[in-house]
């Protein structure tokens, strides 16, 4: 599993001229609307390479920008996101992996408490303490929430093979699972989604349960119209491998290939859910 969805299209702030203007206040206003404006362009881009090649010019500007102003959390979740997404989808070699994952846990973590205390040092507390913090966050935490948790995803995943960091998965589902309490269509379900695939990851002998994956799969497909083609493929992929439902595999990952329409909100992410399935569909007849 090389990437998540949900981290993809956060916040790109993308103003370093804007930096000269010396009135914080005004260059976080103006950069999240500029962010804002490149996150779209982002999503509505169905050519894969283009952002590939496109994107490390903005990590630079992250960097440069959060040297400039080290204190906006703003800045440092967005060079978060940016670093996160960036090193999940498209970085290959395992030790470059690692440290884009490693620099995008550094920011998050910092501009995650920077932005509310209940986020500081949420990485170490004690069980206890975590789960009574969780408690305390409320739907104005969502954003944060949400970019916590998918850059600790992604961190994870980027250092899969210490035990030490896979230990801290419970903890991030139980961050995701906080949020679709708050809101259970937040994103367009892609909170939904990231349960569905934690249930999956293990047989239900070792303590998966992918009943409850396919109930969240199902949920997070609901909640973007069936608009989010990472839903089903990832449904096929997942659940239905695991359970051994060639009819249901064959059919989600046909829906997902056949599906011709343009949503600037899902294009690249589509795009991702496609070549995926291809690859998935090609091997169904050895896999079953």
């Not at 699972?177 to 269509?185: H, M, S």
């Not at 969240?216 to 089903?232: D, T, Y």
Request: glycine share 6%.
């Amino acid at each position: 599993m090389r990437y998540f969805p949900d981290r993809l299209w956060r916040s790109f702030f993308v103003a370093g001229a804007l930096l000269l203007s010396g009135c914080s206040a005004i260059v976080a206003q103006q950069t999240s609307g500029l962010a804002d404006a490149l996150g779209s362009a982002i999503r509505a881009n169905k050519d894969l390479q283009t952002v590939k090649d496109g994107a490390p010019a903005y990590l630079l500007l992250m960097d440069a920008m959060v040297q400039q102003d080290p204190e906006s959390p703003a800045l440092l979740l967005g060079a978060a996101d940016l670093y996160s997404f960036y090193g999940g989808v498209f970085v290959d070699d395992p030790a470059r992996a690692v440290l884009f994952a490693n620099k995008a846990m550094t920011f998050a973590t910092q501009g995650s408490c920077l932005e509310d205390a209940l986020f500081c040092d949420w990485a170490s507390l004690d069980r206890e303490t975590y789960e009574a913090r969780l408690a305390k966050l409320e739907p104005d935490h969502l954003a944060t929430l949400n970019t916590v948790a998918s850059v600790w995803v992604g961190w994870i995943q980027a250092n899969s093979d210490d035990w030490n960091a896979i230990a801290q998965l419970s903890r991030v589902q139980q961050m995701i699972e906080r949020v679709v309490a708050l809101d259970p269509n937040y994103e367009q379900g892609t909170a939904q989604l990231y349960l569905g695939v934690l249930h999956t990851l293990l047989p239900p002998l070792q303590g998966g349960k992918p009943e409850l994956g396919r109930s969240h799969f199902e949920a997070a497909i609901a909640a973007s119209e069936g608009r989010n083609l990472l839903a089903k493929t990832y449904f096929a992929k997942f659940y239905a491998r695991m359970v051994f439902e060639q009819e249901l595999h064959h059919q989600l990952l046909t829906e997902v290939i056949d599906a011709d329409f343009d949503d600037p909100q899902f294009n690249l992410m589509n795009e991702l859910a496609k070549q995926e399935a291809r690859m998935l569909l090609a091997d169904e007849s050895d896999y079953f």
